[in-house]
C-alpha cells in the first residue's frame, strides 16, 4: 500500500469521526435555494434580496453542475490509476518539459475550475510535484469548450486566442516559479512525489491494465461511489464558494463592474478586487468579462477578471491547504500569479489604447 493510500485512510478515519458541518450546510443551503428557484417559489417570497439569492444559486448551479459531475468522475478514475502511470504521463523531468507537460495536460482535459479541483487535488496525492499542479490548475480552467465557445460568442476569436495564449504563459512561468522556489527551500516538495520503476513499461502496463478491468453494473457503480467520496474535500469549498458567490451576485448588479472599472490602472486594481470576491466559475464570469471589453474598453482588464479569479479564488487555495497540508505552498499561488496577470493585463489595455 502506498503512502497515498494511507493518506486516503486516514483522511476518510477522520471524516467518519467528526461530521463535516461545513459540507453539509453549504449542500443544505444550496439544495433548498436551488428547489426555491426551480419550483418557482422564490416568486412568493416577499424579500427580494432572498428571491435574487436564490436564483443566482440556481443559475451557478446550472452554469457549473457538468464540471462537477466530471471532476467526481474523473477522480474516480485518477484514483484507479497507479502512480507510476501518472509520474511517466507527467514525466519527472525537473526543467521546462515536466511543467510543459502539466500545462497541457491542463488544456486536454474539459474541466471548469471547479471540476478541475478535484482533479489537481488527486494528481497532487498521485504524486505529481508541486510545480506540475500549480501548472495544472492555472492552465485547465481556458480549455473548457463551453468556455471558449461562450468566449468567442462574446469577445471574437482574435481575444480568445490571446487570453488563451497568454494564460497558458502564465501557468508555465508560475510552474518554473515553484519548482525554483522548491529548490531552494521556500516551499516544501510534494512528499508523495517518487519516480517510477526503473522498468516501467507505461504502454504494456495500460495495456495490461486496460485488460484486466471486470466490466460490470457493479464495477461502474463503485467507481461512482469512489468519485463521490473522493470529491468531498473540494465539493466543500465549491458549495460555500456558491452560496458566497450568489449573495454577491443578488447584491451586486454585474452591469456596475462593466460601467465602472475602466482601462486605468485604478480599474484595473477593482477588476482584480472584484474578480477576487465574485469569481465562482469560468463560464459564469465570462460574460462579465466581456461587458469589460465591449462597453468599458477595457480587454486588459477583462483578462484580469477572468484570470484573476482563478488565481485568487479562495476555495483553490482552501483546497491546495488540504491537499498538501501546507498554507504557504496555498497561498503563493496569488503571491505568485497575481503580479505577472496585472502586468500583462496593462500592457493589453497600453497596446489596444
Request: proline share 5%; net charge negative; with cysteine.
Amino acid at each position: 500500500m502506498s503512502c497515498c493510500d494511507d493518506n486516503e485512510n486516514a483522511a476518510e478515519a477522520v471524516t467518519r469521526r467528526k461530521p463535516d458541518w461545513l459540507l453539509r450546510g453549504s449542500l443544505t443551503g444550496v439544495l433548498l435555494l436551488y428547489a426555491v428557484a426551480a419550483t418557482g417559489l422564490s416568486s412568493a417570497i416577499p424579500l427580494l434580496a432572498l428571491h435574487h439569492l436564490a436564483h443566482a444559486v440556481f443559475e451557478l448551479i446550472n452554469t457549473i453542475w457538468w464540471g462537477l459531475a466530471l471532476g467526481m468522475l474523473m477522480i474516480a478514475i485518477i484514483g484507479r490509476i497507479p502512480r507510476d502511470f501518472v509520474v511517466s504521463a507527467l514525466g519527472t523531468e525537473r526543467g521546462a518539459v515536466g511543467i510543459w507537460r502539466a500545462t497541457l495536460l491542463g488544456v486536454l482535459l474539459d474541466l471548469c475550475s471547479h471540476g478541475v479541483l478535484m482533479v489537481g487535488a488527486r494528481l497532487y496525492e498521485r504524486g505529481a510535484s508541486t510545480a506540475q499542479v500549480m501548472a495544472f490548475l492555472v492552465s485547465s480552467p481556458w480549455n473548457s469548450l463551453s468556455f471558449t465557445l461562450i468566449l468567442i460568442a462574446l469577445v471574437g476569436l482574435p481575444w480568445t486566442v490571446a487570453f488563451i495564449v497568454l494564460s497558458m504563459a502564465v501557468a508555465f512561468l508560475t510552474g518554473l516559479i515553484f519548482q525554483t522556489l522548491i529548490q531552494r527551500g521556500v516551499l516544501p516538495e510534494n512528499p508523495y512525489t517518487a519516480p517510477a520503476a526503473e522498468d516501467f513499461d507505461f504502454r504494456a502496463e495500460a495495456r495490461a491494465g486496460w485488460r484486466a478491468i471486470e466490466w460490470s453494473p457493479g464495477y461502474l457503480r463503485e467507481v461512482l461511489v469512489d468519485g463521490v467520496k473522493g470529491s468531498r474535500m473540494v465539493m466543500r469549498w465549491i458549495l460555500f464558494g456558491v452560496l458566497l458567490a450568489a449573495i454577491v451576485r443578488a447584491l451586486v448588479p454585474p452591469e456596475l463592474f462593466a460601467d465602472l472599472f475602466g482601462p486605468t490602472l485604478l480599474g484595473l486594481g477593482a477588476t482584480v478586487l472584484a474578480a477576487t470576491v465574485i469569481e465562482v466559475c469560468s463560464e459564469g464570469s465570462t460574460p462579465i468579462a466581456a461587458d469589460l471589453l465591449t462597453r468599458a474598453q477595457a480587454p486588459g482588464n477583462a483578462f484580469a477578471f477572468l484570470m484573476g479569479g482563478v488565481a485568487t479564488d479562495y476555495t483553490e487555495v482552501m483546497v491546495l491547504k488540504e491537499a498538501s497540508g501546507s498554507w504557504k505552498v496555498a497561498l503563493f499561488l496569488p503571491l505568485v500569479t497575481l503580479p505577472q496577470i496585472i502586468l500583462l493585463a496593462a500592457l493589453i489595455n497600453l497596446l489596444s489604447a
